[in-house]
T-cell receptor
Framework: DQQVKQNSPSLSVQEGRISILNCDYT??????FLWYKKYPAEGPTFLIS?????DKNEDGRFTVFLNKSAKHLSLHIVPSQPGDSAVYFC???????????FGTGTRLTVIP | EAGVVQSPRYKIIEKKQPVAFWCNPI?????LYWYLQNLGQGPELLIR????????DSQLPKDRFSAERLKGVDSTLKIQPAELGDSAVYLC?????????????FGPGTRLTVL
């Protein structure tokens, strides 16, 4: 059973607009969440993360929001750029553990 | 700093043949992971090494899959015999493993096609 879910397989956004990628999880014991970005024929690369003790983390154009009560997190990209076009994976980790549990990914297309 | 290196990048074999994938992690990273990524899915952990010890291999199908990390650096993942359903991308990742350096860095993967 999938403990981390990304229900939108794809998203298209105009350049300069906001991209919002969503992720839900089922296990309340997860305490650390990450977003990875993947270009074709490359491995996933780390983008941004958030600890469960926070509800927001910002890094440049990227902001991750965490709603623990809803078991939901989202990644906001503002402004979106064509180079952001990639597959974005949400991942979660238990406290003190190294193993990551990934969602199925959302393919973001930023239209110039 | 060199990233995680994997070879081959692509492999096409016939079913029932053996196949092996190689991974060289980032220097100094004592934790190494092998993931399986099926089409349209996220990576799923197969095995995790801390140095040369496999500390989590609960998701590794041991009847046909094996892995080793003899000197705690490079690692090899083997499938024997391969089945049609093994067609996927096999990703290797590494991390420092300590609490501060647990971020995982991924290699480009090996895309396996079993005919």
């Amino acid at each position: 059973d999938q403990q981390v879910k990304q229900n939108s397989p794809s998203l298209s956004v105009q350049e300069g607009r906001i991209s919002i990628l969503n992720c839900d999880y089922t296990n309340s014991m997860f305490d650390y969440f990450l977003w990875y970005k993947k270009y074709p024929a490359e491995g996933p690369t780390f983008l941004i993360s958030i600890s469960s003790i926070k509800d927001k983390n910002e890094d440049g154009r990227f902001t991750v929001f965490l709603n623990k009560s809803a078991k939901h997190l989202s990644l906001h990209i503002v402004p979106s750029q064509p180079g952001d076009s990639a597959v974005y994976f949400c991942a979660a980790r238990f406290s003190g553990a190294n193993n990551l549990f990934f969602g199925t990914g959302t393919r973001l297309t930023v239209i110039p | 700093e060199a990233g995680v290196v994997q070879s081959p990048r692509y492999k096409i074999i016939e079913k029932k043949q053996p196949v092996a994938f190689w991974c060289n992690p980032i220097s100094g990273h004592n934790t190494l992971y092998w993931y399986l990524q099926n089409l349209g899915q996220g990576p799923e952990l197969l095995i995790r090494y801390e140095n040369e010890e496999a500390v989590d291999d609960s998701q590794l199908p041991k009847d046909r899959f094996s892995a080793e990390r003899l000197k705690g650096v490079d690692s090899t993942l083997k499938i024997q015999p391969a089945e049609l359903g093994d067609s996927a991308v096999y990703l290797c990742a590494s991390s420092r493993g300590d609490r501060i350096g647990r971020e995982q860095f991924f290699g480009p993967g090996t895309r396996l096609t079993v005919l």
